[in-house]
């Protein structure tokens, strides 16, 4: 059976004020936590849309339009900053804000507005989410990797990424240029605020990667804003500078608070006149090394001049020595060989009249030469040459040797001359 018609006809206008009057009467005002998917600020207005995501899906289960007054949203903006932990509403950041659920007439469409927010909460999301994208890059070993990079003895070549004419390109330029020293710099002119700035900076990495004669890579900005921060906590950006073939070194403007890009940078200083001076400073040890080693080689070239001389006073010397020795030796040489020639015939004589000499001794004392002289030789049976009397046994045969034959004898008796 058909509905009833309803009784009576209205307006547009007149409906969507009493739907408007229902939005507004019976939903309350709420806490909604979600995640910014989109910012935009137009005229007097702030949009903002709000998504909900689950197991890491890139799709959203649920998206609302929420709007806020743009001084309100400016107003809302200055306390956060002021915070003891501030940040910046963007993209991608998980906030808590009080909704009023409202009905905009010109357009019929439903709508919420942000009346609150609480910091506390995305304080803590911020934390969170700053916390597993440190311990993401810790899993990949990507906190150590470009620390690890050895730093080159002269860095003259660098890399700049900053704000083109900003003051942080000032300072650092002023302060490299004043140093004496030949540095060159290349410059990738970067966002280093908002939401370009991860994007920005990364497309400058990836630029500077194709310059094959830079040595080091700085990345600074001014003081600015606390809450400018977080655009440095980039995973995608801090991936980028650790795995950067050269040391990155970071001048991103705050003294107590470290962002993530700072931690797995080569190198964290505090500003852009310090990073500066850095690079100065490893010039300035490289001079003094240098200057260092020439003098040693100037003590060395010394040391060796006053050897080579010492060598070549005792090279004369030794030649002036060995030019009289051998003038010496041969004239030694000389006088021997002469003499030699001399002195051999006399010496020969000599040693010839000293032979015959000898000769003569031994054929005196040839026994033959005594048997001719009348002398014999008396010996007993066994052969034995008989030299005294007392050598006779009574009875024994004798021989007696001539020089011209041998007579055997028996002594009758042994006697002795008187």
């Given at each position: ?81 002021e915070l003891p932990a501030p940040f910046q509403i963007k ?279 005594q048997l001719r002289r009348g002398y014999t030789i008396t ?40």
């Amino acid at each position: 059976m058909p509905e009833p018609a309803p009784q009576g006809s209205y307006s547009l206008s007149s409906y969507l004020q009493s739907v408007q009057r229902l939005v507004k009467t019976q939903i309350p005002k709420v806490w909604v936590f979600g995640t910014v998917s989109s910012l935009q600020e137009k005229g007097s207005m702030v949009y903002i849309t709000l998504a909900e995501y689950k197991d890491e899906s890139v799709k959203p289960e649920a998206t609302l339009g929420v709007t806020m007054f743009a001084p309100q949203y400016a107003a809302l903006c200055r306390r956060l900053s002021e915070l003891p932990a501030p940040f910046q509403i963007k993209k991608d950041l998980k906030i808590k804000v009080l909704l009023e659920a409202d009905f905009y007439i010109p357009h019929g469409k439903f709508q919420c507005k942000i009346l609150d927010m609480d910091a506390a909460y995305t304080i803590g999301e911020i934390a969170i989410t700053r916390q597993k994208i440190w311990d993401a890059l810790v899993k990949e070993s990507l906190h150590r990797t470009n620390g690890k990079l050895p730093m080159p003895l002269l860095p003259f070549s660098i890399g700049l990424i900053t704000s083109e004419g900003s003051a942080a390109y000032n300072d650092f330029v002023s302060t490299i240029k004043a140093s004496g020293y030949a540095f060159n710099i290349t410059m990738i002119s970067a966002k280093m605020q908002g939401q370009n700035t991860e994007n920005d900076i990364i497309d400058a990495l990836c630029k500077l990667k194709e310059c094959n004669d830079l040595d080091v890579v700085c990345i600074i900005r001014g003081g600015g804003a606390k809450t400018d921060l977080a655009f440095f906590d980039s995973y995608a950006l801090c991936k980028a500078a650790a795995l950067f073939p050269l040391p990155v070194i970071t001048g991103i403007g705050h003294e107590i608070d470290e962002s993530l890009l700072d931690r797995v940078a080569h190198t964290h200083l505090i500003t852009p006149t310090d990073c500066a001076k850095f690079l100065i400073s490893i010039a300035d040890s490289a001079w003094q090394r240098l200057q260092t080693f020439s003098y040693d080689l100037e003590n060395l070239m010394q040391i060796f001049v006053r050897e080579r001389d010492k060598l070549g006073y005792k090279v004369l010397a030794l030649s002036n020595i060995c030019g009289s020795r051998f003038a010496q030796e041969k004239e030694r040489l000389f006088r021997d060989a002469l003499g030699l020639k001399r002195g051999a015939p006399k010496i020969l004589y000599s040693q010839n009249q000293e032979l015959r000499l000898l000769e003569e001794r031994v054929k005196f004392a040839n026994p033959e030469t005594q048997l001719r002289r009348g002398y014999t030789i008396t010996k007993n049976k066994s052969g034995k040459i008989l030299r005294s009397a007392s050598d006779v046994e009574a009875g024994s045969v004798l021989t007696t040797v001539f020089t011209d034959g041998e007579v055997d004898s028996s002594p009758l008796a042994a006697f002795s001359l008187p």
